[in-house]
């Protein structure tokens, strides 16, 4: 290539537009999330808010532009040849690190990406001119490349925002609570004008005053600002006071929407100003380097101290960013993906936990009862009960998928959510810090709802499991950014016509494979024969709104036994093993509907308590036929994938024959139960005996078998376990019939619940 420079540049363009895409797509969402959570007001108008937010936070953003030139290393120190490599090295490192942890919905921190990201390039890339053979440097001298006070006062910045951010949001949420309450209704009308009021204050001074600190554009208002500070605050109180008791009076409405409102605006625009810098600084850096070049000669060797400059950034720059940043914001359906973790992590209700529970997550909630039952011994037992009255939820026994579709908390969690992020995020906007507003959000977020109670001792083990997952993200965004940055520009160092256009393609390849796989994805319809949760109140409603899950259950009961003995017949692993994922899922969607028994039970009335009987019982019954069936798949695979002997042929023909009985049981089933003609099971049930005998008689054979001829131990342990489970599930498949047959009573009108949502 002619003009190998150029083409960086116009590389490094092209991934600032797709990092900027990728970048919100991982950061916008968390300024929506209390918004949206608490369902205060219409989507639309959050996405409204939220975009005259971006927009204008990114046209004053350009004070935090010299973070990428000159915050983390020396740029003295390196030639426009090295610049050139580092910043591309970042782009394509940061880009793919941001995708990744798009697709798997985690948020992480695009502040620690681009830092992370700088910090690990300049580093290999100081190591290899210290390393030159012309050099005579050590490695004692690379302190004089990085710029290590300001590198180090970002980190810890980073690092302390999450303990800030949980300590102040939970602190902050624990004081409104105990003033407002759950049923915070009636005492909204009396004082909200004033916690109203108190929320839009913070937000106008430290987000529109604070906030706008270090853009071009401050220095118009230094003058109306600076000194004043005391007099704008109590007279943006006194303004909102009156803006809010105004409001409420003429809406009838609660001042809270105006606070999300604008919080949501303010959080959008605090937002944009510190975090843009982390998708445009380096390109803008590397346009600044680019005309350097050009205006002193074209001489690759030249030293880059022009970038230790104050250069103001382009407006019309500024413009094209916050465009695209609005565009992603609306059709991002990565950004979606990331919010449900944040929500489900933060909800008030019970819902379907995303994370599993781990060791330390464990350890941290059992510390913690232990810490909270030292501190409750200390507090008055009045002063106790008075606070805890505070904390008294509404009563509302809710499914796990009607929580879901509620507001994740009310107006008073989004509320303070808003207000302490957008006030921490500005004041470190401010004081040009690159703090990561996905640490703080988030962050803010948790410590509200561990205030708030949200993670009681149902629900405490998988949300810290989800937050220390959460946060582990972000120490192995920080570690990979170092890593993969550094490795990135030591390869393009090394041959850059030949690795920057192959580093690309792959980069180009990561994406679109990213891309459609999350498509993919996001696209997947519920399976037909998935189970559902039953909302009847009578045993006759029980019956007939449960046939559908219990013909689902033997149509794939079905299919997983039969798999599991074709797989043994041809040692087919592949086969065995995608058995093994079918029988789970079926496993866990049983677990799941016994796990909404507690919420089918509390909205029965006192005449229908049998029907919680029933269903109790062919709950018991479904789980299980998905234990044995469980047992048979993993036993089939482990058998297999040992690569023990292969069952002999007599054995693998009863296998068979035994299936081949089963498969007419379960297709009977599932016809009568799909047909609702319950009176054929009477027929069914009648062939039991015949199916026990039958399977007992294969037990006689193999005992005989053994003690004449049989010589694997192993082939002998999986076939009497192979019989005895389907025995075993037989058992619990004609238990299910006969509780149907003894219950079902045609004559009965099905009465159903009634609706409790309203």
């Not at 026990?692 to 078998?705: E, G, M």
Request: net charge neutral; with cysteine; hydrophobic share 45%.
């Amino acid at each position: 290539m002619d003009n190998i420079y150029l083409f960086m540049l116009i590389a490094i363009t092209v991934l600032a537009v797709a990092d900027i895409v990728v970048g919100v797509s991982n950061d916008a969402i968390n300024f929506l999330n209390s918004a949206i959570g608490s369902k205060a007001i219409s989507m639309r108008t959050i996405m409204i808010v939220a975009s005259l937010g971006i927009f204008i936070g990114a046209v004053f953003s350009s004070g935090m532009m010299e973070v990428a030139r000159k915050g983390i290393f020396v740029p003295s120190m390196f030639s426009f040849e090295e610049i050139m490599y580092i910043f591309m090295a970042v782009m394509i490192t940061d880009i793919l690190l941001l995708d990744f942890f798009n697709t798997l919905g985690l948020p992480t921190s695009t502040t620690v990406s681009i830092v992370f990201n700088l910090l690990g390039a300049a580093v290999v890339m100081s190591l290899i001119k210290i390393n030159a053979p012309d050099s005579t440097q050590t490695l004692a001298d690379i302190g004089s490349y990085i710029n290590t006070k300001k590198a180090v006062e970002i980190i810890r910045g980073i690092v302390m925002s999450v303990f800030i951010a949980f300590t102040v949001g939970a602190l902050v949420q624990w004081v409104s609570r105990l003033v407002f309450t759950f049923q915070y209704e009636k005492k909204i009308k009396n004082f909200g004008a004033f916690f109203g009021a108190f929320c839009l204050t913070a937000i106008t001074y430290f987000i529109f005053l604070k906030g706008l600190k270090g853009s071009p554009y401050y220095n118009e208002l230094k003058g109306f600002i600076e000194g004043k500070e005391i007099i704008i605050i109590l007279g943006s109180f006194l303004l909102w006071t009156g803006v809010s008791f105004a409001f409420q009076a003429a809406t009838k409405k609660s001042i809270l929407l105006v606070v999300i409102a604008v919080g949501t605006f303010g959080l959008a625009l605090a937002f944009s100003g510190n975090d843009l810098v982390n998708f445009i600084g380096v390109p803008m850096a590397a346009y600044h380097s680019y005309e350097a070049w050009i205006a002193g000669g074209m001489d690759s060797t030249m030293s880059m101290s022009i970038l230790s400059k104050k250069m103001p950034a382009e407006p019309f720059l500024l413009f094209i960013a916050g465009a695209i940043m609005v565009l992603t914001l609306w059709f991002s359906k990565k950004a979606k993906t990331v919010a449900e973790t944040e929500l489900s992590l933060s909800r008030q209700g019970d819902t379907h936990e995303k994370f599993e529970p781990n060791m330390l997550s464990r350890g941290v909630v059992k510390g913690t009862t232990y810490l909270s039952n030292a501190i409750s011994a200390i507090i008055p037992k009045s002063l106790q009960e008075s606070m805890d009255k505070s904390f008294q939820k509404p009563d509302a026994a809710l499914t796990k998928d009607q929580s879901i579709d509620a507001p994740a908390f009310d107006m008073i969690r989004a509320s303070v959510n808003l207000m302490v992020a957008g006030v921490l995020i500005a004041i470190a906007t401010s004081m040009k810090l690159p703090l990561s507003t996905t640490y703080v959000t988030f962050m803010v977020a948790m410590g509200t709802s561990f205030a708030d109670r949200a993670w009681g001792r149902e629900s405490a083990v998988y949300r810290v499991a989800g937050v220390l997952n959460v946060i582990g993200g972000w120490f192995g965004t920080a570690f990979g950014a170092f890593v993969a940055a550094g490795i990135v520009v030591f390869l393009i160092n090394w041959n850059p016509q030949v690795m920057t256009p192959i580093l690309l393609l792959i980069t180009g390849f990561l994406l679109v494979r990213n891309y459609l796989a999350h498509k993919k994805s996001s696209n997947k319809t519920i399976d037909e024969d998935s189970l559902k949760e039953t909302g009847s109140s009578s045993v006759q409603g029980v019956i007939h709104e449960s046939a559908s899950n219990i013909a689902s259950v033997v149509k794939r009961g079905n299919t997983i036994y039969s798999n599991a003995i074709r797989g043994l017949a041809k040692q087919d692993t592949s086969l065995l093993k995608k058995n093994k994922k079918q029988v789970t899922k079926l496993s866990d969607e049983v677990d799941s509907l016994r796990d909404n028994i507690f919420y089918f039970i509390k909205n029965l009335d006192e005449t229908s308590l049998r029907a919680s009987s029933f269903y109790i019982n062919i709950l018991g019954y479904l789980q299980d036929m998905t234990q044995s069936l469980e047992y048979i798949s993993k036993a089939s695979h482990k058998h297999i994938n040992n690569n023990h002997k292969n069952l002999k042929f007599s054995q693998i023909k009863e296998l068979k024959e035994v299936n081949d009985a089963l498969e007419i049981l379960f297709n009977d089933t599932k016809n009568a139960f799909d047909s609702r003609s319950f009176e054929q099971i009477g027929d069914i049930i009648g062939r039991k005996k015949d199916l026990f005998d039958l399977v007992t008689s294969k037990i006689v054979k193999q005992v005989a078998r053994t003690r004449t001829e049989e010589s694997s131990p192993k082939n002998t342990t999986l076939y009497f376990s192979l019989l005895l489970e389907t025995k075993d599930l037989l058992s619990a498949t004609m238990n299910l019939l006969e509780e149907y047959y003894g219950s079902h009573d045609s004559s009965v009108e099905i009465a159903t619940i009634p609706d409790t949502e309203e």
